[in-house]
Nanobody, 121 residues
Framework: QVQLVESGGGLVQPGGSLRLSCAASGSIFSINVMGWYRQAPEKQRELVATITSGGSTNYADSVKGRFTISRDNAKNTVYLQMNSPKPEDTAVYFC???????????????WGQGTLVTVSS
């Protein structure tokens, strides 16, 4: 059994900062790409940022220059540093990872349960 658990969400003022964390646990053999996605009310889920096991990153245009994704491979954890957030960044943020368990030769897509981020003064 492999799972992802997000933390760090909450209320943040516009122009402030917030860091989200997502830790993978269970019988993990390896983790490939890890990423953050978000879903605002009445909108589709969208990509925020991804990072490979080697550290290559990809960002949505809307967060470039403001958000930074990073990971600690030893801790099986991915982070999202949110600087200068805007009200339009308000959403439920989900972590996703492609994980190979110790009992499988395949990578499976695993999602976290989500954490709410509200940007408001």
């Amino acid at each position: 059994q492999v799972q992802l658990v997000e933390s760090g969400g909450g209320l943040v003022q516009p122009g402030g900062s917030l860091r989200l964390s997502c830790a993978a646990s269970g019988s993990i053999f390896s983790i490939n790409v890890m990423g953050w996605y978000r879903q605002a009310p009445e909108k589709q889920r969208e990509l925020v940022a991804t990072i490979t096991s080697g550290g290559s990153t990809n960002y949505a245009d809307s967060v470039k220059g403001r958000f930074t994704i990073s990971r600690d491979n030893a801790k099986n954890t991915v982070y999202l540093q949110m600087n200068s957030p805007k009200p339009e960044d308000t959403a439920v943020y989900f972590c996703k990872a492609d994980i190979r368990s110790r009992w499988s030769s395949r990578y499976l897509e695993v999602w976290g349960q989500g954490t709410l981020v509200t940007v408001s003064s």
